[in-house]
């Protein structure tokens, strides 16, 4: 076969200014093409400053225009991929409360922008900055508490988990039905978890550390209440009327901060604010967690190379509930988390899909309206992970066995569904204790399947007894230390 001949310099010179034209540059627009000013800048106010911006937490800022003219390839690629606005939720039957997803059209629309050369159309009609609240949210805070000291950060390394521990310095109780936190160093933070802790043991654990903060969270014991997280961007809610968590006088603060290094040192010292209510909560909420305990007794055990690994849960309501929200977990090599709830007459609704889980974006998901779920609706949960060398959220390559564990590189995976009962407050209360005792239940009889089989559960009387015990003082759905040490001896030992 005869090769063509390769194009004589000639000839190139004559292409090279028609290939220019083709190619997208700074040339003049046509009269239609999107230009950064009418279309552009309105859009990623909208959709991308709450994190582009100064301190906003995103790498760069898309405020104006040379800002975006000079990323607009990157921009293309990535909203084209759905990465970016980051929003992981897709393709669950209920709305949820600001979703940051593009449309088709606003896609199109910011290619058809780049193609033609990034036009910056006429700056006069280009919007006003948004204005962002330099304060809170929410308004004036009821309870401003700040990092006691500052934590210092190196410029590189690998992401730092740490616990901060805050006094409140309540000296009643109180009800609290909002919370936002704002990073001192926005762009080191990448999420942060809050934690109330009654028992003094956050404390205990600071002081023990040398350096401010402490490494490792024991879960339970009160230290497992979990009352917010934080991912940038997120926008600060408070709790649907009438719900409200209660503050014990004295009660400390903990903020779980999973830091990710910027290149240069950082110190970083963040603040949260309460806001309270007047009235005592009218109806008690709680949260459904499947598989329970994180996955502890889900039997995570992710084979090196495995692409594919997935736990499953199921629970049945007793009673029925009205669910607003959901939160799901899952460290580096989770990949897809789905919620389900059939309903008793058949219908299945889709509550969660997440088909490409993000480590980085531990977001809590609001519905955009209630849902009533009756009684008898069976709840669903599918946790998968990629535990292979391909996926490049893998910490650990090349890969190793990995089992359920509270480090990060260890794996944790669940499903959060926040939801009250319903009817007045009595009937309300009552329903709640048995949605309790139904969960206790289930919890049991996973932690019992998990540790003997299924067929021994008779033999599981003692830990059934403790975990009901400690149910039933709290009931968080959290483990205490000896249950913990318990998860950790199955997970690390062989069965019994
Ligand atoms: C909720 C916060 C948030 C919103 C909203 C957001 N981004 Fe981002 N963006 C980030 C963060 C954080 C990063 C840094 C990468 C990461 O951590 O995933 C980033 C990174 C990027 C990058 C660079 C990635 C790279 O690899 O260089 C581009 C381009 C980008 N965003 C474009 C956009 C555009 C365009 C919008 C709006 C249409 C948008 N983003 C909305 C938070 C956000």
Redesign the pocket.
């Known amino acids: 076969m005869k090769r063509p001949a390769a194009p004589s310099p000639l000839v190139l010179s004559l292409l090279l200014p028609t290939l220019a034209a083709l190619l997208p540059g700074d040339a003049p627009a046509a009269e239609d093409a999107p230009t950064w000013s009418r279309d552009i800048a309105p859009?990623?106010q909208e959709?991308?400053v709450?994190?582009?911006r100064a301190g906003g937490?995103?790498?760069f800022s898309?405020v104006d225009y040379n800002g975006a003219r000079r990323?607009a390839r990157?921009?293309v690629e990535?909203?084209e991929r759905r990465q970016?606005?980051?929003w992981h939720a897709v393709g669950g039957d209920i709305p949820l409360l600001d979703d940051?997803r593009?449309t088709d059209a606003e896609m199109a629309l910011?290619a058809a922008w780049v193609e033609a050369g990034r036009p910056e159309g006429d700056p006069s009609e280009a919007p006003e900055p948004r204005v962002f609240p330099d304060e809170w949210h929410l308004g004036e805070p009821d309870l401003v508490i700040e990092m006691e000291e500052a934590y210092d950060l190196p410029a590189d390394g690998p992401d730092i988990y740490r616990h901060f521990v805050i006094r409140t310095g309540l000296t009643e109780e109180k009800y609290l039905r909002a919370i936002e936190f704002r990073p001192g160093a926005p762009s080191v933070v990448h999420h942060a978890l809050i934690y109330v802790d009654s028992t003094g043991r956050a404390r205990r654990m600071d002081e023990a550390d040398p350096v401010p903060g402490f490494t490792e969270m024991p879960i339970g014991e009160g230290t497992g209440r979990q009352i917010a997280g934080w991912?940038?961007?997120a926008t600060p809610r408070p709790l649907p009327e009438g719900l409200a968590h209660r503050l014990e006088p004295g009660c400390e603060i903990v903020i779980q901060t999973h830091f990710h290094l910027s290149g240069k040192p950082e110190s970083e010292r963040s603040r949260i604010a309460l806001y309270f209510g007047d009235e005592p909560p009218q109806r008690p909420f709680t949260s459904i967690q499947l598989p329970p305990a994180f996955g502890a007794f889900a039997g995570i055990d992710l084979a090196p190379g495995e692409d594919h690994a997935e736990v499953r849960d199921s629970f049945e309501l007793p009673v029925a509930v009205t669910a607003f929200g959901l939160q799901p977990h899952a460290h580096y090599r989770g990949k897809a988390l789905r919620l389900t709830a059939a309903l008793p007459e058949g219908d299945e609704i889709v509550l969660l899909n997440i088909p490409e889980w993000d480590m980085?974006w531990q977001e809590e998901y609001r519905f955009a309206e209630p849902v009533h779920l009756p009684a008898g609706t069976r709840l669903e949960s599918r946790v998968a992970w990629d535990n292979s060398a391909a996926s490049a959220q893998n910490p650990i390559v090349p890969p190793v066995r990995v089992r359920w564990g509270l480090q990060s590189f260890d794996e944790m995976g669940s499903i959060d569904l926040f939801v009250y009962t319903e009817g007045p407050r009595k009937k309300a209360e009552t329903a709640m204790k048995d949605l309790r005792s139904a969960y206790r239940d289930h919890l049991v009889w996973r932690a019992g399947s998990h540790v003997l089989g299924p067929d021994k559960l008779a033999v599981f009387g003692e830990l059934r007894e403790r975990a009901l015990a400690r149910f039933d003082t709290d009931g968080d759905g959290y483990l205490d230390a000896t249950e913990r040490a318990a998860a950790r001896a199955v997970l690390q030992g062989p069965l019994p």
Do not use: D, N
Request: proline fraction near 15%; include cysteine; aromatic fraction near 4%.
């Open positions: 859009l990623f959709k991308c709450s994190c582009h937490g995103a790498p898309l990323r990157t921009i990535l909203v970016m606005p980051p940051r593009l910011v991912v940038p961007g980085k």
